[in-house]
């Protein structure tokens, strides 16, 4: 069965420290990898996603996340966080038989100044 | 280009009513997905159309239903609303080319209160 794990509810870090949001996953095939962020009330941003090529992918507001196969792991980090960053992350994955998202949990992330 | 709009943002309703909500698309976006996002159940996936036709479908009872115009646009319908329906909707459109690739871009959502 496909699924994406999440496995930190929440992830506390201080302003101008690094960051980093790990995602799972367990896919058949190839997977196809999104980030996306939700503020409060809002519907969900896409900020990146891994297809192919470079495992290192550069997305929306200074995030990237890195793509490990051996790991099969997809961790959203940003070098430096930023108040605004604090927000639920979510992590989906898709892959060639199955082309339906499947949807982590959530983490919450909060910056504190 | 506009994004994904949701009408209304905000619904109240009470037990046993019906609720139907609308999702505009982005402009050349064919595929519309709807999910149900609650604190205790995360984002669970409702069910996705394409060029009008149903073409995925989560887990969710009869009493929701959904369709798909000519234009794209979509409605999804609750019938004999529960306590439990209370949550965000939200719809999400992309290109639907049938590619597993495709990003997903959400809509703000409609906040449903059953009361």
């Known amino acids: 069965a496909q699924s994406v794990a999440q496995p930190e509810d929440q992830v506390n870090v201080a302003e101008g420290n690094p960051l980093t949001v790990k995602c799972t996953y367990s896919v058949s095939g190839n997977p196809y990898l999104f980030w996306y962020v939700q503020y409060p009330n809002r519907g969900l941003q896409f900020l990146l996603k891994y297809i192919t090529g470079d495992n290192l992918v550069k997305g929306s507001y200074g995030f990237e996340a890195e793509f490990n196969k051996s790991q099969t792991s997809f961790h959203l980090k940003k070098p430096s966080a930023l108040v605004s960053d604090s927000a639920l992350y979510f992590c989906?994955?898709?892959?060639?038989?199955?082309?339906?998202?499947?949807w982590g949990a959530g983490t919450k992330l909060i910056i504190k100044p | 280009k506009a994004g994904v709009t949701q009408t209304p943002r905000y619904l109240i309703k009470t037990r046993g009513q019906q609720v139907t909500l609308s999702c505009s698309p982005i402009?050349?976006?064919?595929?519309v997905s709807w999910y149900q996002q609650t604190p205790g159940q995360g984002l669970q996936f409702l069910f996705e159309?394409?060029?009008?036709?149903?073409?995925n479908k989560g887990n969710f009872p009869g009493r929701f239903s959904g369709r798909q115009f000519s234009n794209s646009r979509s409605e999804m319908n609750v019938s004999t609303l529960e306590l439990g329906d209370s949550a965000l909707y939200l719809c999400?459109?992309?290109?639907?080319?049938?590619?597993?690739?495709?990003?997903?871009?959400f809509g703000p959502g409609t906040r449903l209160t059953v009361l």
């Open positions: 999400a459109s992309s290109q639907g080319g049938g590619k597993n690739t495709d990003t997903q871009y």
């Open positions: 989906a994955v898709s892959g060639d038989s199955n082309y339906q998202l499947i």
């Open positions: 159309y394409f060029s009008e036709t149903q073409r």
């Open positions: 402009s050349g976006h064919r595929s």
